[in-house]
T-cell receptor, first 112, second 114 residues
């Protein structure tokens, strides 16, 4: 069955540094991969989508890479701010448009 | 981005009663809606997929008689937890997608069964 792993459960970094979160998957070749932000007690908020034929995508301070050979996506937040503190989820399309399976998430804490 | 409204945001109910959660797409027509549940510090687990006007497709291990899903219009899907028990307490989240759009998530419903 498909399996998604996100690196650490929690990541602590200093304000201004770049946060790098990892998403690895097995037993599947998704057409696209998405990253979401989730704050406590709230639903996920869509951040970025990257397709299998795209290597990299950027949006403001966010950058996502997608390596279909390694079956890995990296999510970067540059010049991180305390307001970036949240849980970040990666999700794979799985056999149906917008039908997603999610990783467990990485909780990011950015300290001033 | 598009807005998906989920109601109620929190509900407490007695064991044995049924609870209905609504998911509305406010500014687009949602041809497909998805229902997830999430336990603390865990991943979102897909429960079912519903397409407007047809029966929902449930994921393996999800009891369709326990979690009734109705997608009667292009802007509304409902999830009814029937005969709720404490183990049904969880965070339930819906998402909605139109044709050729990404899915947008509701703000979630915290269900507590006492």
């Amino acid at each position: 069955s498909q399996k998604i792993e996100q690196n650490s459960e929690a990541l602590n970094i200093q304000e201004g540094k770049t946060a790098t979160l990892t998403c690895n998957y097995t037993n599947y070749s998704p057409a696209y991969l998405q990253w979401y932000r989730q704050d406590p007690g709230r639903g996920p908020v869509f951040l970025l989508l990257i397709r299998e034929n795209e290597k990299e995508k950027r949006k403001e301070r966010l950058k996502v890479t997608f390596d279909t050979t390694l079956k890995q996506s990296l999510f970067h937040i540059t010049a991180s701010q305390p307001a970036d503190s949240a849980t970040y989820l990666c999700a794979l399309e799985t056999g149906g448009y917008n039908k997603l399976i999610f990783g467990a998430g990485t909780r990011l804490a950015v300290h001033p | 981005g598009a807005v998906v409204s989920q109601h109620p945001s929190r509900v407490i109910c007695k064991s044995g009663t049924s609870v209905k959660i609504e998911c509305r797409s406010l500014d687009f027509q949602a041809t497909t809606m998805f229902w997830y549940r999430q336990f603390p510090k865990k991943s979102l687990m897909l429960m079912a997929t519903s397409n407007e006007g047809s029966k929902a497709t449930y994921e393996q291990g999800v009891e369709k008689d326990k979690f009734l899903i109705n997608h009667a219009s292009l802007t509304l899907s409902t999830l009814t937890v029937t005969s709720a028990h404490p183990e049904d307490s969880s965070f339930y989240i819906c998402s909605a997608a139109g044709p050729n759009t990404e899915a947008f998530f509701g703000q979630g419903t915290r269900l507590t069964v006492v």
